[in-house]
Each structure stands twice: as C-alpha cells, then as structure tokens.
C-alpha cells in the first residue's frame, strides 16, 4: 500500500470522524469505486479551500452569501 492511499484513508477516517450523525453529505463523486479518496477531486478542492482562506470573508462575501441564499429560497 502505497503511503499516498495511506494518508488518504487516514484523512477519509478524520473527515469521517469530524461529521455528526445528523449530517448527511452527498459524496458520491467524491470517492473512487475503491472507496479512497479521487485525487483530482482532491487536488480541486485543496485549491478552492486555499483560494477561500487567502480571500477571507468580508462585508462582501457577507453581501453576497445573503443574496445567493434570498436567491435559492426564492
């Protein structure tokens, strides 16, 4: 087993760990027929988190969460 899956189980067991029971989360896309994690999934996702955290959230983001969520309820 390559030290690669290795840490992907690891973090697939803390991510696991982290959600409640109440929590339902579709992942379907997320996983590979195997059950680890995809790496182009994962590679998209630390990109986007670190984008995220670089930006911050503003008045803006603020501004703009509040609007999409009238959007979708509407």
Same mark, same amino acid.
């Given at each position: ?11 697939? &067991? /803390? ?15 997320? +996983? ?12 998209? &996702? /630390? ?15 603020? +501004? ?11």
């Amino acid at each position: 087993m390559s030290q690669e899956n290795v840490d992907n189980k690891a973090g697939l &067991a /803390r991510h696991k760990s982290m959600l409640s029971s109440q929590t339902v989360v579709a992942l379907d896309d997320m +996983y590979d027929a195997d059950g680890t994690v995809d790496v182009v999934y994962q590679a998209k &996702a /630390r990109i986007l988190n670190d984008a995220i955290q670089e930006i911050g959230m503003g008045r803006y983001q603020i +501004y703009l969460f509040i609007c999409a969520g009238f959007g979708w309820f509407a």
